[in-house]
């Protein structure tokens, strides 16, 4: 079957850095998303990785291993605004999406 | 224009009711999507428009029926719910993707759906 696995839940401090990890299982991959979505908002797209390596975005960094089925997204000098949830999402050999479930980050002062 | 607007934000319904969600999209894209979004599991592709053609079903009760007149606007019809159909309802669109593009979805806010 097809799986994508992220933490639930993870807690970091205003200023800091977080590493939000994903590993994935599918029937074939087309590239890995990484989205945002703020309680009662919609989804907004943050990333796509299809080759290996990082891509950085100002404060947000995401990396992939397509050989360890692994991505990570890196958030940098962490903001009050940056509690959300985080989805991972691989695109399959059918181009459709299959999500995670999304990390919940809390941002403390 | 808002991207991707769907009505209405929020919507209580009984078993026997019959209502329907509208989405409609300003980006100029050839793809629509429905997803379900229940608390603390992974999206759920419902249906999916290519080209006003629906590509994918992944099973989805009959109680669902999505329409799609053209290429701007979606539908999701309801009938007969239950209560364990209660969830948030995502639309998004795209420029279709395939071998030659992967493009990014943009959501609308989607329509919280409350069965009692």
């Known amino acids: 079957g097809q799986n994508i696995d992220q933490p639930t839940e993870m807690t970091a401090t205003e200023g800091a850095i977080v590493q939000i990890n994903c590993t994935y299982q599918t029937s074939g991959f087309n590239g890995l998303f990484w989205y945002q979505q703020h309680a009662g908002e919609a989804p907004t797209f943050l990333s796509y990785?299809?080759l290996d390596g990082l891509e950085e975005k100002g404060r947000f960094s995401s990396f992939l291993s397509r050989s360890k089925g692994y991505s990570y997204l890196l958030l940098k000098e962490l903001q009050m605004k940056d509690s959300a949830s985080y989805l991972c999402a691989v695109m399959d050999s059918n181009y459709q999406l299959i999500w995670g479930a999304g990390t919940k980050l809390i941002i403390k002062p | 224009e808002t991207g991707v607007t769907q009505t209405p934000r929020h919507l209580v319904m009984g078993m026997t009711n019959k209502k329907s969600l509208k989405c409609e999209q300003h980006l100029g894209h050839n793809a629509m999507y429905w997803y379900k979004q229940s608390a603390k599991k992974p999206l759920e592709l419902m249906f999916v428009y290519s080209l006003e053609e629906r590509v994918e079903n992944n099973s989805v009760p009959s109680r669902f029926s999505p329409e799609c007149p053209n290429s701007s606007h979606l539908f999701l019809h309801l009938h007969t719910l239950q209560p364990e159909d209660s969830a948030l309802y995502l639309c998004?669109?795209?420029?279709?993707?395939?071998?030659?593009?992967?493009?990014?979805?943009?959501f609308g806010p989607g329509t919280r759906l409350t069965v009692l």
């Open positions: 990785n299809v």
């Open positions: 998004a669109s795209s420029r279709a993707s395939g071998e030659y593009q992967v493009d990014e979805q943009f």
